[in-house]
């Protein structure tokens, strides 16, 4: 089991920052991958970022590659998703999920956490 808690959702303006966090637990080194994901209202859940635990690997939707960085601290179990030059279409839940194989469709993920709101206004 693994269990992960996300924060720092909020309201930001157009441009802003923020950075959210995702505490695991549990048998974190059964599942190699973390990953972001978001869905806004009426829209399917999208793929934003993932990392590997051991190597860091990271790989980024093409919709935020320049302006998210994802990030780990080992010691901690958690995974960071810095957000910059925050867009109105940023603005979405997004969850911090695990799983054994990475990529980008959410059925590689078997762990998810309850979801963080983010709210970009112009």
């Known amino acids: 089991q693994v269990q992960l808690v996300e924060s720092g959702g909020g309201l930001v303006q157009a441009g802003g920052s923020l950075r959210l966090s995702c505490a695991a637990s549990?048998?974190?080194?059964?599942?190699?991958?973390m990953a972001w994901f978001r869905q806004a209202p009426a829209k399917d859940r999208e793929f934003v970022a993932l990392?590997?635990?051991?190597?860091?690997?990271?790989y980024f939707a093409d919709s935020v590659k320049g302006r998210f960085t994802i990030s780990r601290d080992n010691a901690k179990n958690t995974v960071y998703l810095q957000m910059d030059s925050l867009k109105p279409e940023d603005t979405a839940v997004y969850y911090c999920?695990?799983?054994?194989?990475?990529?980008?469709?959410?059925?590689?993920?078997?762990?998810w956490g309850q979801g963080t709101q983010v709210t970009v206004s112009l």
């Open positions: 549990g048998r974190t080194s059964s599942r190699s991958f």
């Open positions: 990392i590997t635990w051991n190597t860091g690997y990271t």
């Open positions: 999920a695990a799983g054994p194989v990475g990529g980008s469709r959410s059925s590689n993920y078997d762990y």
